[in-house]
């Protein structure tokens, strides 16, 4: 037997399937032309972050544009810092911002689907553990012993010697280790990794062309990096390069801390005969701090975390349109020609992405919002105020669903029209929008517009009382107020006053805004008539009343 196929035995005796094994297994896709097989390896250490968010929804729209598949695959092959629920937090938080997934982890119970599977690392041992006794029998990988304190040692001879850091070249100790030493070691109960032999010179460039980034030259890799942890786990470099052949991912888009390791990558894609996939490496969101732009962090701002998004009542459908105008710069153009459009048939293009961070904008994200939640049906928006009300605030809750025909009425005004109003961004907007409809919330303000004096407030509003018609339509509304106006000495008409001021004390639109306080305490709402007809006679003859003695 050759030393190599001795040292293959030796390390991994339990493996007996073969690479075909699993290249018949996982045969080559059969999609049309064109199509991309992309997806997402996010590791379940935390909750469902923007960024994770983010990478769905641009591999999601990445398949869409190509007929392609979208899959998860989840990496927990770091099982100290797996959290309780990460997996379930992940998928479900995906799916309820409507990212579909086509395979992988499709369901928030743990579920997979595919034929690619498994499609979680740590059920793929024996999977990684194959390739590697293939790269051990090319005499490309072999037993590393060293401690951290070697490992240590050796770094601060590097740096005493300011020479480059890391397992290479002369440097790698145990780079040409024979069988027998090997053996030696391992029975005297010492834990090793196996390291790639790499081939690779600092000398030698490899050039690679970004999907997002463009051309990419760096040197290629020389350094013997791990392929299998101590407890036969792969390292992330080496678990990608054979999940990713496998699974026959044709485009790897993923965050761009990942560039530097790419010359590893590429070259243990080629060490192991697998074709390389293209990449594109997207650049983290952005915030502006203190007019600096920095990375998002998990640690300073609470939209790193999605469920900021939903605790705050952003409608998740509002935040993927959002993302699409972070994800594409062609996006907003795309949306202004096609209004109606369904997000899916959009054509996107890993070229339209910002190079070094597109910035988050929380006042956009709210535009895009309230353009979004005035199209909605006033029964659709009861509907996910229930649902987000009953999480988020059960005050509100226990009033919408105390009268929802009420509720439904309250959120109907100005709504379901050719231009409807938009006042309400999120569902926690809703509150401070609606408050003038329930007792429980109407805090009364008795401040008038400077313009108006209280005497004239007061007459005009004992006046309005005797002739309010709550029956009367939109203009015999209006009407009413303008037939009050020249006993006031107010005209009736905005023309008439503008023509001449300072003949009036106002206009029938200033003894408006005085009706509209005293029965909503603000100075701008929806239409008036409309919210007095809803809040019936009685309770407006009650807040006018009030109203007057008040002020
Ligand atoms: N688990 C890796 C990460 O979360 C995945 C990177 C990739 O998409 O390949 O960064």
Avoid at 228 to 256: N, Q
Wanted: a negative charge.
């Amino acid at each position: 037997m050759d030393s190599n196929k001795l040292m293959a035995e030796l390390l991994l005796p339990h493996i007996t399937k073969t690479p075909e094994f699993y290249e018949e297994l996982y045969p080559e896709r059969n999609l049309p032309e064109g199509a991309r097989v992309v997806r997402i390896a996010p590791s379940p250490t935390g909750y469902l972050h923007l960024g994770t968010l983010f990478m769905a929804l641009v591999n999601r729209i990445t398949a869409d544009s190509t007929n392609g598949i979208f899959f998860t695959r989840i990496e927990d092959t770091d099982k100290k810092r797996e959290i309780e629920g990460g997996i379930t937090d992940i998928i479900s938080g995906l799916i309820n911002f409507s990212i579909n997934i086509d395979e992988g982890f499709t369901s928030p119970d743990g579920a997979q689907s595919g034929n690619y599977g498994s499609y979680k690392q740590s059920e793929r041992a024996e999977i990684y553990q194959c390739f590697a006794k293939q790269l051990i029998l090319m005499g490309l990988a072999y037993p590393c012993f060293c401690t951290p304190e070697q490992l240590e040692a050796t770094r601060a001879e590097q740096e005493a010697q300011k020479v480059r850091t890391g397992y290479h070249g002369k440097w790698a100790k145990h780079r040409n280790i024979t069988v027998d030493e090997a053996k030696a070691l391992i029975e005297q109960g010492l834990p090793w990794v196996l390291r790639l032999k790499s081939p690779g010179s600092e000398e030698n460039r490899i050039v690679f062309e970004d999907g997002i980034k463009g051309k990419i030259e760096m040197p290629e890799n020389d350094e013997d990096f791990v392929l299998l942890k101590s407890d036969g786990i792969p390292t992330y470099h080496f678990a990608h390069a054979v999940d990713d052949h496998l699974m026959r991912t044709t485009h790897v888009i993923r965050g761009d801390e990942w560039i530097s390791s790419v010359p590893k990558h590429i070259q243990l894609f080629k060490l192991l005969g697998f074709k390389v996939p293209k990449f594109a490496h997207v650049a983290p969101i952005m915030k502006l701090d203190n007019g600096a732009k920095r990375k998002i962090s998990k640690r300073k701002d609470p939209e790193a975390a999605v469920h900021y998004f939903l605790e705050q009542g952003y409608d998740s459908n509002c935040v993927i349109e959002y993302l699409m105008t972070v994800a594409s710069s062609d996006f907003e153009d795309w949306r202004r020609a096609n209004p109606d459009a369904e997000r899916k048939s959009f054509k996107f293009n890993l070229k339209k992405m910002s190079v070094s961070g597109a910035l988050y904008d929380e006042n956009k994200l709210l535009d895009v919002s309230k353009n979004l939640v005035s199209k909605m049906p006033s029964e659709v928006v009861l509907e996910k105020l229930l649902n987000w009300s009953k999480q988020f605030d059960t005050e509100f809750y226990e009033l919408l669903s105390r009268d929802t025909a009420y509720a439904k009425a309250v959120f109907s005004i100005d709504r379901d029209v050719p231009k409807p109003r938009k006042d309400i961004a999120k569902w926690s907007d809703a509150k401070a929008y609606s408050s003038y409809f329930f007792d429980e919330l109407f805090v009364p303000d008795y401040t008038l517009p400077e313009n108006i004096s209280a005497d004239d407030a007061k007459a005009f509003l004992t006046e309005y009382c005797k002739v309010y018609d709550e029956n009367a339509t939109k203009e015999e509304w209006f009407e009413a107020i303008k037939q009050l106006c020249p006993a006031l000495n107010f005209a009736a008409n905005t023309k008439d006053y503008k023509q001449n001021p300072e003949s009036y004390k106002g206009h029938a639109g200033h003894l408006s805004t005085v009706l509209r306080i005293a029965v909503t305490s603000r100075q701008n709402t929806p239409d008036l008539c409309s919210i007095m007809q809803l809040l019936g006679k009685e309770k407006c003859i009650t807040r006018i009343n009030d109203f007057i003695s008040n002020i």
